[in-house]
């Protein structure tokens, strides 16, 4: 049942126009062409060997609690149905009728016994086994191919921490190789308990007339335009402290492996802040430093348990430099970050998908998150925190989403498109001594290398084997 | 006869939507104005003072005058554009009941103008958008409260954005509780119920 691999590879990387794939990425110089926000062929073999292979998430767990329950949703453009089965196991199936080729479950969200093509009424299992079709004594699938090879297409299925990914692609390494390093930090921000991470409910949704990776590379460790674009939070700040803006904190450790980027925030400074002429400073551990300041989502004897769930050294990076901002390669942002509310201290929570819709717009796709069992007074921050500083409405990302149509609209032009991106401001490896995580570690005000890595990720999928 | 009332529930948009992920329905049953109070017909001037609020309101954000705007909002205003998916028709209008679009209050919603209308870097409406509401198939009901009303009314947002030629729509029924006070009407609870599962519109950067 697992997905047949196409024949990837065996076309020449070489575009149209005579312009070879590896040109695009420019390793000496640190450029990229700006041709690929907007060549229509470039995306095409995106589709193939990006979005036909990578893992990418679809759902969370929470959003198909019982057996039966049901999601639809996409991967590259490819319409797909996650389904809860009567066991218990998620199955990604393509959410494509094998009889005439009609999308099997149309609502976004349900609850199925069976998926039942609405067209000629070809049914399958909720494995994506084909059971039979209408008027069954006439065997409406013939006889010259056997019911096993009409079943649905199935993509191979992993969760974390309840998200569910999925890759077509048989030849992938498994997930937890596919985050490799990165999953250790990720576990700090949605890995924090016994009972895990749930939604608040479906995702936000939004088409952007952009390019989908614009919102890639960005979320792969992009701190620095939040200087800039993000500048109205200064500007607030100032506004209500009566004092000028002074530049966001902008110190951490970016840190990247397989094109997967997080940012860990320097937060020992306002904290020590916060407990100034207290005497307590010094003597505090990470733990009791967490159960003062909980992590986003968390309430305080949550945070008392979290020695229960990480070793030393996860606590001591989850107290001081905790991952509050990322992306998973390619086409993921993941975010836990404390926010406060003038109700009282709220926390984001989230995770992004970009979509591709063309080479001219994506789909933005939002979910929130509260811990299982959270109270409803939490959820209400978290929700009113979450709106506030993220997605379609927030502080935040309402800028981002004004930035990235004109990016593509940029690379569309003749000349245009023969611009550059360019990531040339270099930190470089610079792991710190005694710092406890794996991975690229790049410390200091936050740079470029991040980004640069996300290309080099896409380079190697757009004109090698990745793998 | 059951079956017959069980569709009239669904065609009021009170069907409970139990079943997971989406826990819709709650939502809807706030915006059927079949349970409230007595109707307000138009010819009362009830009505028509609810109608020039509601007018007044667009043309300030139609204005851009976005802090004149929020002193129409209550201290205790709830603000919310529920999301919504696409479900089969005997499983309601699906509409979240804890994930939002917008959920604020008043102080979050003054926090979101203070930032578009007064600094300077709010680059998601600087240049600020083109904006036209109009506001239709006004309906109000007295609520339980002595001067408090639930109006609906149909919303289409109309949004332009630098040169480009298209412009955005969002179209939306608005569940509100305007409530008289001592210097005239208030908005002190909004839910926006939008007609997109995937908005068009690349945020909500604008407010209706």
Redesign the interface.
């Known amino acids: 049942m697992a997905a047949g691999q196409e024949s990837i590879g065996c076309r020449e990387p070489v575009l149209s126009d005579g312009t070879p794939l590896a040109d695009l990425v420019d390793v000496q110089h640190r450029e990229v062409s700006m041709r690929v926000l907007s060549d229509p062929e470039i995306y095409q073999l995106e589709l193939e060997r990006l979005f036909a292979r990578v893992w990418t998430v679809v759902a969370h767990e929470s959003e198909i609690p019982s057996p039966g329950n049901y999601v639809s949703r996409y991967i590259g453009e490819d319409p797909i149905v996650v389904v809860r089965g009567t066991d218990g196991s998620i199955q990604v199936l393509l959410n494509v009728c094998t009889h005439r080729g009609m999308k099997l479950c149309r609502a976004e969200a349900g609850s199925a016994r069976q998926l039942r093509c609405s067209y000629h009424g070809w049914t399958y299992d909720l494995q994506g086994r084909f059971l039979g079709a209408p008027v069954a004594r006439e065997q409406m699938h013939g006889s010259i191919r056997p019911k096993s090879e009409l079943g649905l297409r199935r993509a191979r299925v992993a969760t974390f921490a309840g998200m569910i990914f999925a890759t077509w692609d048989p030849a992938a390494p498994s997930l937890d190789d596919y985050l490799g390093h990165i999953k250790w930090y990720l576990e700090l921000m949605f890995d924090r308990t016994k009972g895990g991470i749930e939604v608040l409910g479906p995702p936000q949704r939004v088409v952007m007339r952009a390019n989908w990776k614009c919102a890639g590379e960005q979320h792969a460790g992009d701190g620095f335009h939040t200087v800039t674009l993000h500048r109205s939070l200064q500007e607030l700040e100032a506004m209500s402290s009566g004092e000028p803006d002074r530049e966001p904190a902008m110190d951490g450790l970016n840190v990247s492996w397989n094109g997967h980027g997080l940012r860990c925030i320097d937060v020992r400074k306002p904290f020590m802040n916060a407990l100034k002429g207290r005497g307590l400073e010094r003597a505090l551990t990470p733990l009791e430093k967490l159960c003062i300041a909980p992590p986003p989502g968390l309430t305080a004897e949550q945070a008392a348990q979290l020695g229960e769930r990480f070793g030393p050294a996860q606590l001591e990076v989850l107290a001081d430099f905790p991952p509050q901002v990322g992306g998973l390669f390619p086409n993921m942002g993941a975010f836990a970050i404390p926010f406060p509310l003038p109700e009282g201290m709220g926390g984001i929570i989230c995770w992004h998908a970009f979509v591709p819709k063309g080479p001219d717009r994506f789909e933005f796709v939002n979910w929130y998150f509260a811990e299982r069992g959270s109270s409803d007074r939490m959820r209400e921050l978290l929700s009113r925190a979450s709106t506030m500083g993220f997605g379609v409405s927030g502080f935040v990302e309402t800028d981002d989403s004004d930035t990235w149509p004109q990016m593509y609209q940029a690379s569309r032009g003749y000349i245009g498109r023969q611009g550059k991106l360019r990531y040339q401001a270099i930190t470089g490896d610079n792991q710190p001594e005694g710092w406890p995580g794996k991975g690229h570690v790049y410390a200091g005000f936050t740079k470029d290398d991040n980004q640069w890595n996300w290309w080099l990720r896409w380079n190697e999928f757009m004109t090698g084997n990745p793998w | 006869m059951e079956l017959v009332a069980a569709l009239e529930r669904v065609h009021d948009g009170q069907s409970v939507v139990t079943?997971?992920?989406?826990?819709a329905g709650a939502a809807l049953r706030e915006a059927s104005p079949a349970s409230r109070g007595r109707r307000v017909r138009a010819g009362d001037p009830r009505y028509f003072e609810i109608v020039e609020f509601l007018e007044d309101e667009a043309a300030l954000l139609d204005d851009n005058a976005l802090m004149s705007w929020i002193e129409l909002m209550a201290d205790d205003l709830v603000y919310r554009?529920p999301?919504r998916?696409?479900?089969?028709r005997d499983?309601g209008k699906?509409f979240?009941?804890?994930?939002?679009?917008?959920?604020?209050?008043a102080?979050?919603l003054r926090?979101?103008a203070?930032?578009l209308a007064?600094?300077?870097?709010?680059?998601?409406?600087n240049p600020p958008s083109r904006t036209r509401r109009f506001v239709t198939n006004i309906r109000v009901h007295e609520a339980e409260t002595a001067g408090e009303f639930h109006v609906t009314s149909s919303v289409l947002l109309v949004r332009n954005?630098y040169d480009d030629a298209h412009v955005d729509l969002l179209s939306a029924q608005r569940s509100d509780l305007i409530r008289r006070a001592e210097d005239g009407l208030q908005l002190a609870r909004r839910t926006i119920y939008v007609d997109q599962?995937?908005?068009?519109?690349?945020?909500?950067?604008v407010f209706v």
């Open positions: 079943a997971a992920p989406a826990r554009a999301v998916i696409t479900r089969d499983e699906g979240a009941e804890h994930m939002f679009h917008l959920d604020e209050t102080a979050t926090m979101k203070t930032r007064l600094t300077p870097s709010a680059w998601a409406e954005r599962s995937t908005l068009s519109m690349p945020n909500f950067a």
